[in-house]
């Protein structure tokens, strides 16, 4: 991101300490929404730090942890991972409604052997694996929004997208929402209806797979 837009977000934005947990402890259930930044990919069960970056990794069952010990209520509904593709087992053809749906459905990936026969290795979308995680630890309200297609940013618009193949949405409505059930299995609640790509804007767009998020004006950048 660059630009105007990258200009304002590092000059509006306050780092904060979560030090005794006031942060997180102090945020609304019912108003709040947390935004969670980092890079991802299709059926990639893990947040990372850049793009390339294969070692610093943080898998979702850790960001899930953290933020209970740093205090945040279990009963905290609304969450956001702005990464790549975070709403994609498989990687969408289009934005049409049966390329999205298709592309949250679980991909088998390599067999392995184990002592009750081959077993498959599905991959799941990160937001799919976030919400059952976020379940298992008593944030059974929990609601995890993920998106489709790669995160892009328009610096002079102050807009955000996610392109496929060249075509250009707006974030907000090439989003899926998951929610665990009693079982812990995590379902789609929201599937947003998918708008003309925004190909106006295209020049001013810059790549990135991380967008900024803004927490009410706050970014929680330590959780301990």
Not at 114 to 130: D, I, N, Y
Not at 188 to 202: D, G, L
Request: aromatic share 6%; charged share 20%; net charge positive.
């Amino acid at each position: 991101m660059g630009g105007l837009g990258a200009y304002k977000a590092l000059t509006d934005m306050q780092i904060l300490s979560n030090a005794n947990k006031a942060q997180l402890a102090s945020l609304d259930p019912a108003r709040d929404k947390i935004y969670i930044l980092g890079h991802g990919g299709p059926g990639n069960p893990y947040l990372h730090s850049t793009p390339c970056d294969k070692e610093e990794k943080i898998p979702p069952g850790y960001l899930a942890e953290e933020l209970k010990l740093g205090g945040l209520s279990r009963n905290f509904r609304d969450f956001r991972l702005t990464s790549c593709n975070s709403a994609d087992a498989r990687e969408p053809l289009s934005f049409s409604h049966a390329d999205l749906r298709a592309a949250t459905l679980p991909k088998l990936g390599h067999r392995s052997w184990l002592l009750c026969g081959a077993q498959s290795e599905a991959k799941v979308a990160l937001a799919q694996t976030f919400s059952e995680t976020l379940s298992l630890l008593g944030f059974n309200n929990a609601e995890v929004t993920g998106y489709h297609g790669s995160g892009k940013v328009f610096s002079l618009a102050n807009c955000s997208t996610q392109e496929i193949k060249g075509d250009i949405a707006r974030r907000s409505s090439v989003k899926s929402t998951y929610k665990a059930d009693e079982l812990g299995h995590a379902q789609i609640i929201q599937k947003h209806s998918v708008p003309p790509p925004v190909r106006a804007y295209k020049s001013f767009c810059a790549n990135t797979c991380g967008i900024i998020g803004v927490l009410h004006r706050k970014i929680l950048h330590h959780l301990h």
